[in-house]
């Protein structure tokens, strides 16, 4: 029997669980139930955040990488920001930080600068426009986020986030004891 990605939780939870039965899997299915749901959510909330704002069409990957700089300037990294610092912020590989920033550049928000003291590292700054970007977009992109959620309470909200936070540090912490082998298999 195929549900629908509509289908409440538990009646997905429930038909897989007798689908493993058949199978002969006798486990608990709930650690797949929510890769499936988060990675269900995580697609829909990434389709949703590039949702044209304010007359500016814009990746949610390339609105937080601006918003990264915005707050590192503020809080006193005015020389730039190397883009091997702003992969591991964004969590995404070297390659895909450049064509994040690639884009970026070719608007005019960030600009890219050769180190001072190594002349083979590059800075990435906010320009002007990048600047005002993020000031005149920010208040519409945060109301826009924080509309998918309003199905949800003040109260949920604080718990989904709470256990989101919970989950990201235990799957950090795992990460760490356990690096992944040079095969990238655990």
């Given at each position: 029997?195929?549900q ?5 939780p ?12 058949e ?63 702003l ?14 920033l ?74 760490a ?10």
């Amino acid at each position: 029997m195929v549900q629908s990605s509509s289908a409440r939780p538990d009646q997905h939870a429930a038909v897989f669980k007798e689908l493993l039965g058949e199978l002969g899997v006798a486990v608990d299915p709930t650690g797949l139930e929510l890769v499936r749901l988060i990675h269900m959510v995580g697609n829909l909330f990434a389709g949703e955040a590039e949702s044209k704002i304010d007359g500016v069409a814009m990746s949610g990957p390339r609105w937080r990488l601006l918003l990264r700089l915005f707050m590192e300037e503020r809080h006193g990294q005015t020389g730039g920001l190397a883009p091997s610092y702003l992969s591991r912020c964004q969590n995404v590989s070297k390659n895909t930080i450049s064509v994040l920033l690639r884009g970026l550049e070719d608007h005019g928000w960030v600009e890219r600068t050769l180190d001072r003291q190594d002349r083979r590292v590059f800075r990435i700054r906010l320009t002007q426009a990048g600047q005002e970007l993020i000031r005149t977009s920010a208040p519409g992109r945060m109301a826009h986020l924080n509309s998918l959620v309003q199905g949800m309470s003040a109260e949920e909200r604080i718990q989904l986030i709470r256990l989101l936070s919970k989950l990201h540090r235990s799957l950090a912490d795992r990460a760490a004891a356990y690096p992944a082998s040079d095969d990238g298999r655990p």
